[in-house]
């Protein structure tokens, strides 16, 4: 338990600065994983703190020292969600309020509103190792046009908006997913117009998208690390390169592909070799790599364990790349 505590404590303070800033925001107050404690990852939404929860062990002592640690350490938590993922009860994988009443439903990040739903599935409804790549969407994409696939909740598609990009398609088969899409519109007053929001299977949509001649200044493709319809399989272990040339053609001349490659088993050398082998036809080279917070990798003072594989030369397992595309013309 001494060990736990001390954990918690190193990689607070190594998060001084998130503290410190006085606006609702998300980021990761303990990385277990990579912090010491692999049973645990604790994230702050707004003034909503959510455990997580790995192991399938009896963890009810722990979680109570880290319910206590939270409201004594974080005095303007107002709710603990615990998230069991190996839960066997109903709700449990989704979330249960073990402190509080109300969950946080939006949360402001660099000067942009999104919605949340932290209980909508086992995840929390917004990704915070994406932070660094929407600060880019909102700094790079102005008048673009943008295909956000596998959208998930649209975090990225609406940063792009509220970058002034001049058209989003969200493209997701999860209706539920995209209409809290629509929820961050609208707490951004941005014009919700449905054929934006595509709520189809990847593989159906990207060959519709193509026969009707479509192309965007970006594309984004965050897809799972593992997933299998009746239309196509998706696999990013060893399949990555397949769904880079699947959206390849939907990039203008000069455009971005941003791939994005969540897989912990493949290191950073191997992917980056892939990307590199994508490119030598000579139509997209590698334009930038985009690192992941400090917050979700664990700084060097609180880091206690490396991940199973190495991820130079990014510097987490969530691997960013910025493709620039070109077109014979």
Known sequence: ????????????????????SGTPAAFRIFNGFLEGNPAFCIDLYGKTALIQNYSRE?????IELMR??????????KTILLKERSGQISGQKRGVIIYGKELDYRLLENGTWYALDLVL????????DTRNLRTWAKTHLTDKTVLNTFAYTGSLGVAALAGAASRVVQLDKNKAFLN??????????FPVRNQDFMIRDFFPAVSQLKRSGETFDCVFLDPPFFSSTSRGRVDLETGSSRLINKVRPLVKHGGWLIAINNALFISGREYLDS???SCSDGYMEIEELIPIPLDITGSPESRAAEPPT???PFNHSTKIAVLRVKRKV
């Open 1 to 20: 338990m001494p060990d736990l505590l001390e954990q918690l404590e190193k990689a607070l303070e190594t998060r001084a600065l998130f503290l410190e």
């Open 58 to 62: 009896d963890k009810a002592e722990e």
């Open 68 to 77: 206590n640690w939270l409201l004594k350490r974080l005095p303007g938590i």
């Open 121 to 128: 599935n086992r995840d929390a409804s917004f990704y915070l």
């Open 180 to 189: 809290l899409a629509k929820r961050s519109y609208a707490l951004n007053n």
């Open 275 to 277: 990307l590199e082998m």
């Open 310 to 312: 190495d991820p130079a």
